[in-house]
């Protein structure tokens, strides 16, 4: 078996705690990360793991032999960092990170343009609101709303995070336009559960407005609060009340006349939005090329022609 192969696998082992873990993160089967275990046992000659059908623990020398391989699998990535830098053609594993309504509205419609650029680069894209540390989560790069403390990475500013406020023609026909925040007091408001320690929590039963008289919040109560865009998406599609949200996610039933825009006077609060990553990783083409193809497509106007 090839020895860096099962050095890799030794290592996930380790960290996960467990063959079956391991077997799952490696993509291969329980019985072949048995094999490479016993491989490099037969190898060394000495015993890694002491395994039970409980649990596993490092041997004396299982735990020394871990520490080496991490210092000889980084030798090897990061020879084989140096070699792509070399070349200058992107490829590899690419990492990507992102909130869920953007990613499915935004980003991946795009990444089908980037794919075809660089077909060497492999894309592992994942959508979620949480906020996931890059380093910890062995991300390349991620698109990021609100506020962030990462001062160890690098954020480039894209275009603001907006929404809109808008409801169904059948709703409004049912229940007539409402002109000021006020008049939504008197109407069904659907509202998004943000989850704790979200900045923008305090949205979900009071809206905040920008209109000629400056900044409004107004208390708004409805049928529904719901913690998915996509179901109150639908249910406001569907004539179920008014809603607030991302124009990624109602610009095109906007355009169709299947959703209408309420009081246009009003603006809702907007999101900053960034692409983070670490300055060191920034030499790699394949992330070097998404940062300027990123820049380019969702960058602001003045930061969009160049990509560092």
Same mark, same amino acid.
């Given at each position: ?12 082992? !380790?960290?996960? %705690? ?27 000659? !000495? ?16 735990? !020394? ?8 699998? %980084? ?14 053609? &992107? ?17 991946? &419609? ?35 709303? %609100? ?5 160890? +990475?690098?954020?480039? $500013? ?17 229940? %007539?336009?409402? *002109? ?6 008197? *109407? ?5 559960? /943000? ?16 209109? $000629?008289?400056?900044?409004?919040? !107004? ?13 109150? *998406? ?31 006077? /009003?603006?809702? $609060?907007?999101? $900053?939005? *960034?692409?983070? /990553? ?5 030499? +790699? ?24």
């Amino acid at each position: 078996m090839d020895l860096f192969q099962s050095m890799g696998v030794y290592v996930k082992v !380790v960290e996960t %705690g467990s063959m079956t873990a391991a077997a799952s993160e490696c993509e291969m089967s329980t019985t072949m990360v048995g094999n490479h275990l016993r491989a490099l046992e037969q190898r060394l000659g !000495v015993q890694l793991l002491q395994r039970t059908t409980r649990r596993q623990r490092l041997t004396e020398f299982g735990s !020394v032999y871990y520490q080496r391989c991490l210092e000889v699998l %980084g030798l090897v990535a990061d020879s084989e960092r140096l070699a792509e830098q070399a070349l200058d053609e &992107p490829r590899g594993l690419l990492r990507i990170a992102a909130p869920l309504t953007f990613g499915v509205e935004r980003l991946t &419609p795009a990444l089908s343009e980037y794919a075809l650029l660089y077909p060497q680069v492999k894309l592992d894209v994942v959508l979620t609101n949480r906020r996931p540390d890059l380093l910890e989560n062995g991300l390349d790069v991620a698109f990021r709303l %609100g506020n962030f403390d990462q001062s160890n +990475l690098i954020a480039r $500013p894209l275009i603001d995070y907006t929404l809109t406020v808008c409801a169904s023609p059948q709703y409004i026909a049912r229940r %007539g336009m409402p *002109h000021t925040p006020q008049d939504l007091q008197q *109407h069904d408001c659907l509202s998004f559960a /943000y989850p704790a320690g979200d900045d923008w929590q305090s949205v979900e039963k009071r809206w905040r407005l920008s209109g $000629p008289e400056g900044e409004v919040l !107004v208390d708004v109560s409805g049928p529904m609060l719901i913690n998915s865009s996509a179901g109150l *998406h639908q249910a406001a599609r569907n004539g179920m009340g008014i809603m607030m949200l991302p124009d990624a996610l109602v610009e095109q039933d906007l355009r169709d006349g299947k959703l209408v825009k309420v009081m246009a006077d /009003y603006q809702p $609060p907007s999101r $900053p939005m *960034h692409l983070l /990553y670490a300055q060191d990783r920034y030499r +790699l083409p394949k992330l070097r090329r998404f940062v300027e193809f990123a820049m380019r497509t969702w960058g602001k106007p003045q930061d969009a022609m160049n990509g560092k």
